[in-house]
């Protein structure tokens, strides 16, 4: 769980540019509803989460419910992955 | 007598068992059903003093009970108000008061909320057998508003002075548009439209109208939706529509995300597109995929609707680089350039701001009589609304856009005052003066950067807190992209900011 949260931090903060620091970027501090991220940066997410985790977001899975913090992210991950096994 | 007010219950009587609209996730309705329901608003706007001239709100997701909200506005003879549910409760009070709103639609959550804004000077309804609250406003002021007659519905829009604007559109405005647009597509009852753009947004009303007009079922679009490229591409398929009416930018979202290989999009058949600019290789590839439908650019700011359109031809030459013309006036529109004091009829090489005059062209602004001195030109005795566009007639006889005349961006369709972002950031109490500018960068998407200078030369404000309060008082679309702390603004010698200074700054 921490290496997902870790890896989705780095990108977020180093890839995305995401105007907030690793430290400030807390597991459960908002990203989309908090507008931190916009729908194109959403987007990009997924197309990271999907790549690094061999994992598939069905069109409606692409929302807040899954992503809004890292601590749904991580968990949304682990669900998909524990599915695939 | 042409309105937008009879057009359900006619659709109702030809096509009673035909669907009108669908919500994915949520069921559908058929004509018959929606009369039913828009009736049964209307019966209880009515029953509530709402009259004829009247301002009702809405504020509530896009829905088949917000859809069955307009209708249900229009036929009890107000004029529909739409607020972006997404917006800060700030703005939409000050629209509501703005226009003297008789009354505000919402879900009881909103409503109780606006309810506590507007305390002392509004009355909370419940709506009989609906998830709806209906606020009955008193709003006391000395003078009448100028409402015109036959008013249809109010859009806002982005104002320079920092407030937005309330387009005034009555019946024959819309009507003339939505009854050519019916025309010009071959719309029937067959057809499945998208309606992707927020009622709010002006290209809703094609979404709407034109469909109804002639029995066809819509697919309502949330905003949660429409910003899922993924989802948009899978309900062309789920619901086979043959009519989609979107800005480039969704389009351009689609082509990158959508996973358009997955579906069958043989349905489509009619493609439009506004509101800004389409690239042409975003174009040919998004042409490439739907080949079997004809693509349309179509152009006008919501004071004059949609006003010119240009087919685009079924194979793109090779050789195009630059964009599609914005094309030739719609038949109830005429079309002429304003070049300093004088202005002309459209010739081959000629530059200019476009004025606009015809059926289709607004009333006017809601209360800015001054606001409105500046936006028509008044020419062989009638108004002609100055878009601010410079346009270039080619060769051809059709205008071609070429920039912005004032301090106006586009951005996914949605159009921003610099100045409105200016006049936000100077309400903040420690933002001393602000400079917004935009940067389309080649190839990229367009960027605003506000720069600003604290009363504390040094002190420059955490990023988080500045975002949060600009999304106070702005939509999400009018957010800046970066933020600049300088210590000092740069100034021209007339001592205003120096724009062109902060764009070297960029």
Redesign the interface.
Known sequence: MDTIKGKVRDFLVGELNLPISQEELKDDTPLLSSRLIDSISALLLVEFLEKQYGIEFKPHEVSHDNLDSLDLIAAFVEDKQGGHA | MHELKGLLRQAAGRFPERTAFIEP?GGSITYAGMLELASRLSDFLLSQGISPGDRVGFCLPKSILSAATVFGILESGAAYVPLDVEAPASRNSYILENCRARALLATPGLGEAYAGQFQGRCVIREAPGLPLVLLVFDFQAATPLEIPAGLAYILYTSGSTGMPKGVLITHGNAYCFVEWAGRAFGITEADVFSSIAPFHFDLSVFDLFTAVLHGAAVVLINH?MA?????L??LIDDYRISVWYATPTTLK?ML??GRMARYRHDSLRIVLFAGEVFPIPPLREVMERWAGAGFYNLYGPTETNVCTFHPIPAAIPEAQKAPFPIGRACPYARCRLLDGERSYALQPGLEGELIVAGESVMAGYLNLPERNEQAFWWEAGENWYRTGDIVRVNAEGEMEYLSRKDRMVKRHGYRIELGEIESALHRHPDIAEAGVVSMQGEGQDMQIVAFYSTIEPQAAIP??SL?EFV?QQLP?YM?PDRFVHLAETPKTATHKVNYQALMQMV
């Open positions: 996730e949660q910003k899922n490229p993924m989802q591409a899978a979202m990158r995300f990023l988080l975002t999304l999400a957010a």
